[in-house]
């Protein structure tokens, strides 16, 4: 606190520091104009290249730019999606040895489960149902999409067939088939994003878009990982 | 009294009243006290009873710590502290905190009270339906529009900080760090706006979908729903091409600090997630920015060349690349992309291996090689870059700084997303991270690996990268609140590798890694989660320092400006020698060499150093201090300066037996003894 908000310090004074208490009040002033000196912070908005920057008023507040039904779309679809991957990653310790698997799909079942639940938070605090809703789903030439037996699946989602014979395999050849139907369950995700923002409006809440572009990232790393391993057991 | 007297008192007393109103009317925009810094250990929430497990926002413990693998601590006075935004517990070691600036009004949701209306229309804004609103938790209603404010990434200048932010940019005047001031802020949605800042120009990454290039904040409103496509075969509309939205590097000029000009607004096919500063030192006209895209690949239709393709079908692909812009200083309105090296060129040969799928339908098994960079860091005095490039850690040459080539890259099965790196001071290592799940999510729980989601260190020799150690802070954090390894900038004290790092609601880890195969914690800063109850997106982004402070980009609650204390292993003498270091400007990402003075207290910090690691017996580590410190109270006399010279010999005779990092202090105390400076 600087020392002019000390009266105490000044008041003492007697009536022949008339001159002098005028100065320490006009001193006061001067200190306060410093003090005061830094205005409050202002709040501008540039304009596109070239065009100038323009004040807003200190009340001003932010707005969000608009949700789309592809946005919700996308996360009920995934929250499918992810679930099929924890369940294949549940069958690794009943059905391998191999060490490395099992740590890779320690990794996948725990990002899976926990960007589930990032995803259900997400719908629920946009009053939105975590229940994937099939009949408004577009793009049904997406690859893993298969009709014919009434699965709907979403993109590179094992089909009933494709599990089954996950569960029937052990030791290397349930490696290779967890492996494969993992790249392809991974690469499926990636169509998904790549489907979103092939959609007007959509993926522009920040979350979301965060979220997205960290499932196309990390599954692209972990697809490449699966396929070192594919390749060192041949 | 007369009246003279009373006019003067009356005088001095409207200046006190109008005084202290303007400083009261300063106060209110100033910072909020720092709480005690000492450890200060409150006892966390009750566990989720049954009841909170079917609520979807109830934090989920880790599953068991798969086999072979550590977790982390429970016992660390880290693990339990007490939740709030701005009341959690808090504990540091080494760290004292000066204060904590909260975010300015704007970049919040600005209300505590979930019935204020102005939180109810920004609900409305994400599209919730009003009926469903009424049923949520109103705590949940206060903090569902975290990331669209949140702070992101630092740089510096002068006494300017510039703090970037999802929804814009701050920037604060830190001439009195202490007394750090909001000056400005800068309305520019689009996410990350990551900033960097040369002269007088400021650079400032866009990715997000609503990013407009007159920083407008309406986004794209979504057309009428399209008709359904009729059969299995027909291709989804593309949606319009936006001409008005912008994804890439903002250029301002901030010659005027309070109102940044926007002056060029260079668009790229992916946007910029991050962005790198890269100057030329054999160029004074121009800087580079190589631009780092991770995100969706935009039509051709709204800009043009853009191409999303794998590169067998489509060779001018915008995947697989970095892109590098030109900005000439003299008339940055003229930048432009003026490269786009393809890092990973040679990496899609996996091809072969994944080919066969039972799903024979395009794209359904295509290989995903490392297409893309996350962040990139430049030593230009080297000539050397570290890229974390996805599901690479790559090292690349950068003397030529529009065509960078790659000369090495590693993989690493524990590591899910190479997120950023930083070389040690001498270019001898490289520390990169590992940002496992992005940031959103709880990756430090008791039963979360320590080696997943960590910093992994390589030693660097004839440039290629040799794994050495991982390394993640090693306190167990709560359910609720999202960690993994992210920003940090090199401490600058003399002898020693440091990094200031950032672990979001995992707080700050100064980590020392000297010795590249055993890192070790030497100071921490961490608060509670904000809230026990539900992960909501916090911690801190970025910590860096800058000129003698440690300034920490948190999410969600501001700016916190920290300072070194000393502890067994960190002395006053390192301390003060890292303070000696000044610079006028700091891009992390494009490091520069530090070099320190030959000045007295480098030399005690070199000693305090020899001390701790037995680098040299007692008595000698005595006579070295004595020799100082008469060197000091003589203010360096002929003679005390010959009697440092004097044991010059005995200490490169003894950096000759000595471990490598010994042997770097001994050389460098030996040439300050040679040739001290004032």
């Known amino acids: 606190m600087p020392d002019v908000l000390r009266p105490s310090k000044w008041l003492h004074f007697n009536s022949r520091l008339l001159a002098a208490a005028t100065l320490a009040g006009l001193l006061s002033l001067s200190v306060c104009a410093q003090q005061a000196a830094p205005p409050k912070p202002v709040i501008v908005q540039p304009g596109a290249p070239g065009q100038p920057t323009r004040e807003l008023p200190s009340t001003t507040r932010a707005t969000l730019p608009p949700g789309s039904p592809a946005d919700v779309q996308f996360m009920q679809g995934m929250i499918m999606h992810h679930a099929q991957a924890v369940e294949m990653t549940a069958l690794i310790d009943s059905h391998t040895e191999n060490k490395n698997l099992r740590s890779l799909g320690a990794r996948i079942s725990r990002s899976q489960s926990d960007e589930i639940k990032f995803m259900k938070r997400w719908l629920t605090a946009r009053g939105q149902s975590t229940e994937h809703d099939m009949s408004g789903m577009k793009g049904h030439d997406m690859p893993g999409m298969d009709m014919s037996k009434h699965e709907m699946l979403m993109p590179g989602m094992l089909t009933a067939k494709q599990m089954e014979a996950l569960r029937n395999a052990k030791g290397q050849e349930f490696d290779r088939l967890f492996l494969r139907g993992m790249i392809q369950h991974h690469t499926g995700a990636l169509t998904m994003v790549k489907d979103l923002f092939d959609t007007a409006g959509a993926g522009q809440d920040a979350e979301l878009f965060n979220f997205t572009t960290e499932v196309d990232s990390g599954q692209r790393a972990e697809i490449r990982i699966m396929q070192t391993m594919l390749g060192e057991k041949p | ?678």
């Not at chain 2, 590169?311 to 786009?340: C, E, H, M, W, Y």
């Not at chain 2, 359904?364 to 030593?379: F, G, L, N, R």
């Not at chain 2, 290629?464 to 390394?471: D, E, I, N, P, V």
């Not at chain 2, 010999?649 to 001290?676: G, M």
Request: hydrophobic share 40%; proline share 8%; glycine share 8%.
């Open chain 2, 1 to 678: 009294m007369n009246r003279v007297q009373n006019i003067a008192i009356r005088l001095f007393i409207t200046c006190l009243v109008l005084c202290a109103g303007l400083v009261t009317a300063t106060l209110a925009q100033t910072p909020t006290p720092s709480p005690s810094p000492s450890v200060e250990v409150k006892v966390d929430a009750k566990p989720a009873d049954k009841a909170a497990q079917a609520d979807p926002f109830a934090p989920e413990p880790a599953g068991p710590l798969p086999a072979g693998m550590t977790g982390s601590d429970t016992n660390d006075p880290r693990a339990k502290l007490s939740p709030g935004m701005f009341d959690a517990g808090e504990a540091a070691v080494g760290l004292k905190h000066v204060l904590l600036l909260k975010k300015p009004d704007i970049f919040q949701l600005g209300s505590d009270d979930p019935n204020d209306p102005k939180v109810q229309k920004m609900l409305g804004q994400m599209g919730a339906p009003p009926e469903e609103l009424a049923k949520l938790p109103k705590t949940t209603q206060l903090v569902i529009a975290q990331l669209a404010f949140a702070n992101s990434d630092m740089a510096f200048q002068g006494n300017h900080l510039f703090q970037g932010n999802f929804y814009g940019l701050n920037i604060f005047d830190i001439s009195n760090p202490a007394k750090t001031k909001l000056l400005s802020t800068i309305v520019c949605p689009g996410g990350q706006n990551d900033v960097s800042v040369y002269k007088n120009l400021l650079f400032m990454s866009v990715e997000q979908a609503n990013g407009r290039v007159d920083c407008g904040t309406q986004g794209f409103p979504p057309p009428p729903p399209a008709p359904k496509p009729t059969g299995p075969d027909e291709k989804q509309p593309l949606p319009p091409a936006q001409k008005d939205r912008f994804r890439g590097v903002r250029i301002f000029d901030i010659s005027d600090i309070t109102k940044p000009k926007q002056v060029a607004a260079v668009q790229t096919c992916r946007g910029s997630h991050t962005h790198t500063l890269v100057t030329d030192p054999n160029d004074k006209n121009n800087v580079y920015l190589y631009v780092s895209g991770t995100s969706f690949v935009r039509q051709a239709e709204e800009l043009a060349g853009c191409s999303g393709e794998a590169p067998d079908k489509d060779p001018n692909t915008a995947l697989f690349r970095i892109d590098v812009i030109k900005v000439p200083l003299a008339s940055p309105q003229d930048a432009k992309v003026v490269s786009s090296p393809r890092l990973f060129s040679d990496q899609s040969k996996l091809d072969a291996l994944t080919n066969g799928g039972s799903h024979g339908k395009d794209g359904a098994e295509k290989p995903q090689a490392t297409d893309q960079c996350h962040d990139i860091t430049v030593y230009s005095a080297l000539g050397l870059a570290a890229g974390a490039c996805s599901g690479n850690g790559i090292l690349i040459d950068i003397k030529d700084p529009a065509n960078p080539k790659r000369l090495d890259a590693v993989n690493d099965p524990n590591y899910a997303y190479w997120h950023s790196a930083s070389f040690s001071n001498d270019g001898k290592k490289v520390l990169f991270t590992d940002e496992w799940g992005g940031g959103l999510g709880a990756r430090c729980r008791a039963n979360d690996p320590n080696k997943w989601g960590a910093d992994a260190i390589f030693n660097l020799e004839n440039n290629k990268l040799k794994f050495a150690s991982y390394y993640k802070m090693p306190a167990a954090q709560a359910d609720s609140e999202n960690c993994v390894a992210h920003n940090g900038s090199l401490l600058p004290v003399p002898g020693r590798d440091l990094e200031v790092q950032a672990w979001y609601q995992g707080g700050i880890s100064v980590v020392d890694f000297t010795d590249a195969e055993h890192p070790m914690e030497i100071a921490y800063f961490d608060r509670g989660p904000i809230f026990a109850n539900m992960l909501v997106l916090g911690g801190h982004w970025s910590s860096y320092w800058y000129n003698g402070h440690i300034y920490a980009s948190e999410i969600a609650r501001g700016l916190d400006v920290f300072e070194l204390t000393p502890t067994k292993n960190l002395t006053q003498n390192e301390i003060d020698a890292a303070k000696l270091v000044q610079v006028s400007e700091l891009n992390v990402q494009n490091q520069q060499k530090i070099e320190w003075p030959r000045k007295l207290v480098v030399a005690k910090a070199y000693i305090d150093q020899l001390e701790r690691s037995q680098g040299l017996p007692a008595d000698r580590i005595l006579a070295l201090r004595q020799a100082v410190q008469g060197a000091e109270a003589m203010k360096l006399s002929a003679t005390e300066m010959a009697k440092l010279r004097n044991l010059a010999p005995s200490l490169e005779t003894a950096a000759r037996a000595a471990s490598p990092a010994d042997t770097t202090r001994l050389l460098a105390l030996a040439d300050i003894f040679k040739h001290p400076e004032h």
